[in-house]
């Protein structure tokens, strides 16, 4: 299976920021997705990005909140904007040719 | 109900047990079954997929689907400490997206 890399591994960031998460595949991918995983708990599908056109959100996630780019087929960013402590979790990439695999994930803490 | 359910645990079991992880599930059109494996602080990883009824083994691990019973397992034989972790399963229907359970935290005891 391809490798994903995840840019920041971590980071603390203050409230009202956004934080941009860039994820890179060694290899092309038909489908990339972000999630998002509380400690302790499952993942959570926060969209679908779609290469060259508008990402698709699942319901509870807004493209305003969580805006996504995917320019080819090998790399992807998430922005989380306008932080709030609620938006403390791991943020997870995704992709997807038959099976679907991870990135090492994104440790954000929002003060 | 939740789509899939997966016992939360925690497990702990003495090394060199047989472990035994289950799901049920309600949607009778999932075709595709997987289980992840979740190291503390790290991504998924993808330790089985299989395709609709039956038993798949890869080494130590055995996956094993019951479409009839909307059940599957995944079993770990001579479980290690290194397989200490979080296992996850997830199934799906065609290209529809990955539905998770909510995962097992198991510890093996040296």
């Known amino acids: 299976s391809a490798v994903i890399s995840q840019k920041p591994s971590r980071d603390i960031c203050q409230r009202g920021t956004s934080l941009t998460i860039q994820c890179q595949v060694d290899?092309?991918?038909?489908?990339m997705f972000w999630y998002r995983q509380q400690p302790g708990q499952s993942l959570t599908l926060i969209a679908t990005a779609n290469q060259g056109s508008e990402a698709t959100y699942e319901s509870g996630f807004v493209i305003d909140k969580f805006p996504i780019s995917r320019p080819n087929l090998t790399f992807s960013t998430l922005t989380v904007s306008n932080m709030s402590p609620e938006d403390s979790s791991i943020y997870l990439c995704s992709g997807q040719n038959n099976e679907q695999f991870f990135g090492p994930g994104t440790r954000l803490t929002v003060l | 109900q939740k789509e899939v359910e997966q016992d939360p645990g925690p497990l702990s079991v003495p090394e060199g047990a047989i472990v035994s992880l289950n799901c049920t599930y309600s949607?009778?059109?999932?075709?595709?079954f997987m289980w992840y494996r979740q190291y503390s602080r790290k991504g998924p990883e993808l330790l089985m997929y299989t395709y609709s009824s039956g038993n798949k083994e890869d080494g130590r691990f055995t996956a094993q689907v019951d479409k009839s019973s909307k059940y599957i397992s995944l079993f770990i034989r001579d479980s290690q400490p290194s397989d200490s972790a979080t296992y996850l399963c997830?199934?799906?229907?065609?290209?529809?997206?990955?539905?998770f359970g909510q995962g097992t935290r198991l510890t093996i005891n040296p």
């Open positions: 997830a199934m799906k229907q065609g290209a529809q997206k990955l539905v």
């Open positions: 949607n009778s059109a999932f075709q595709y």
């Open positions: 290899s092309q991918v038909t489908m």
